[in-house]
């Protein structure tokens, strides 16, 4: 369970976060929709501690992140970068199998390896790949490394920021099922941001939509097509005029 | 007209102030992670080599040719007052107190501090950093803390191979061009150097060894955005490691041989 109460956040000048309330249970999976640069990733490194709010509280299992144990919590989630952010000195296998290897229950070398391989197969990799380094990848190989290298540990809880940006619609198709997946049969909590419609249908139990620094629209993913939210609807449907400006 | 002045000598002053306080806290946070376990034995593997042993050749190169040229010097100076035969011992000395160390420092700051800044600034930018933290490690005690204990460890081997070949380099300067017999020149090199010559010099350079990667983890741990956030990180370190080293340089010396 992940609560959000009042969060913002500015950068300088730039007010991204003016204050979100947001809510997802145990279990459920959330899509954060919203226009380029309006703070969707920053807002996920909010919650993980990357980056520290200005104001409000941010509460996981109803404890304030700000005074729990911050390796206990983080030990729960995982995380899947917009930009891979691999280890580009690590081999592929090393990236995923890099919190296996590490902390009271690392696996030996050997096993480490063959569950890193077993994770690269589920995102539709190769075992070749895994002695690769990450330069020596394409684009969407990459991400689809990082989001190995996010759900290896098998955490609780997961973030991914983007995961189908930059695949073919097969593999997006391969990963959406993937992240359901995780969800439906592991019982993790997951947040996902998209630009990606087709992913919010697939991944969304509940949708959530960031304008302006705030929550605009938030609900389950079935009324996300009844609702009369002009944002919303300009949004989803990918009009150009509508109330929020293309040019920002 | 004259408070812009003030202004304009007082803000790089802040300024520096400022870094200083940033660096001091950094450096104790730091220390503060050097005792508690996880330990990352790899990487401090890793970083011995990497600022160890690939610095070799040029601090080898440095330290040959500057004993080449003081000995040159000093004969040249020395012939002044009939004192030809002090070459030996004061290549030695001015090897192993100051410019073993101090050059040696320099060297791997440009060497060392700079590649340390790059690559930590580069993993900060592409949000490597952040990916530690997210997979339960520190970057302090995965990233910083084996590079400064290989530094600090690694620097004063470093000097001391330094001085060897500095010495070697006055040698050969002495007994090819400046007519020393060979034996008479080792004996008088050996003769007149003591222990602490040497023992300041190695304790030195590990003071330049932890600013070096002390710098270099800072800057390359507080970069700012794109290749141009690492581009300034890396000058940073390479200057702020170079005038500490030279600054801790006069410290030492005075705390070490004013009595
Ligand atoms: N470390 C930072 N320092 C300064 N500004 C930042 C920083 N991180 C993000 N910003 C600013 O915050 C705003 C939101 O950035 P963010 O990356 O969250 O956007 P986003 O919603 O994820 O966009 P996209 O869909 O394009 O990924 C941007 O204007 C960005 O410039
Ligand atoms: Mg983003």
């Known amino acids: 369970m992940i609560e959000l109460r009042g969060v913002a956040k500015r950068f300088g000048t730039n007010q991204v976060l003016r204050g979100i309330d947001l809510s997802l249970p145990k279990g459920q999976s959330m899509v954060i929709i919203g226009g380029s640069g309006t703070g969707k990733s920053v807002l996920l490194k909010c919650i993980l501690g990357l980056v520290r709010p200005d104001a409000g509280t941010i509460l996981v299992d109803g404890q304030d992140v700000e005074r729990t144990n911050r390796d206990a919590l983080l030990a729960r989630f995982g995380m899947l970068f917009q930009g891979g952010a691999l280890f580009d000195s690590m081999r592929v296998w090393e990236n995923v199998a890099f919190r296996l290897r590490r902390g009271a229950k690392a696996l030996p070398k050997a096993r480490a390896r063959e569950v890193a391989v077993e994770k690269l197969r589920r995102v539709g990799l190769k075992p070749e790949v895994a002695d690769l380094f990450p330069a020596e990848l394409s684009g969407g190989m990459q991400k689809r490394v990082g989001l190995a290298r996010a759900i290896a540990a098998e955490p609780e809880i997961i973030f991914f920021d983007e995961p189908t940006t930059g695949l073919d619609p097969i593999m997006s198709g391969v990963i959406n099922e993937l992240i359901r997946e995780i969800v439906v049969e592991m019982g993790a909590t997951a947040m996902t941001i998209t630009h990606d419609m087709t992913s919010v249908r697939a991944i969304a139990d509940r949708v959530a939509m960031l304008h302006d620094g705030l929550i605009r629209w938030t609900g389950p993913v079935s009324g996300m097509d009844a609702a009369d939210d002009p944002y919303l609807q300009q949004f989803i449907h990918g009009r150009a005029k509508g109330p929020i400006e293309s040019v920002r | ?259």
């Open chain 2, 1 to 259: 007209m004259i408070a812009n002045l003030l202004a304009a000598i007082g803000r790089p002053v802040i300024a520096v102030l400022a870094a200083c306080g940033r660096v001091t806290l950094f450096a104790l946070e730091v220390l503060s992670h050097l005792l508690r376990p996880p330990f990352y034995l790899r990487e401090f593997g890793h970083a011995v080599m990497q600022i160890g042993w690939n610095s070799l050749p040029v601090v080898a190169m440095t330290a040959l040719f500057t004993g080449g040229a003081l000995a040159l010097q000093i004969y040249a100076g020395g012939s002044r007052f009939n004192a030809e035969s002090v070459v030996p011992s004061i290549v030695a000395i001015g090897m192993a107190r100051e410019l073993g160390p101090v050059l040696g420092g320099l060297m791997v700051a440009a060497r060392v501090a700079s590649s340390i800044a790059a690559e930590i600034g580069t993993m900060k930018v592409t949000e490597q950093v952040d990916a530690l933290v997210t997979l339960s490690t520190n970057p302090l005690k995965y990233l910083v803390v084996p590079r400064l204990l290989a530094a600090t460890l690694v620097v004063p081997v470093l000097v001391a191979v330094g001085d060897s070949i500095g010495i070697m380099g006055g040698w050969l300067v002495g007994i090819s061009r400046l007519q020393f017999n060979s034996a008479v020149y080792l004996k008088n090199t050996v003769d007149f150097l003591e222990f602490w010559d040497i023992g300041s010099g190695l304790v030195k350079g590990a003071a330049f060894g932890f600013i070096v990667a002390l710098m270099g983890c800072h800057f390359g741990l507080n970069s700012g955005r794109g290749a141009q956030g690492v581009g300034t990180a890396t000058k940073s370190a390479v200057v702020g490691a170079s005038v500490l080293i030279l600054a801790t340089n006069y410290l030492l010396t005075g705390v070490f041989f004013s009595s």
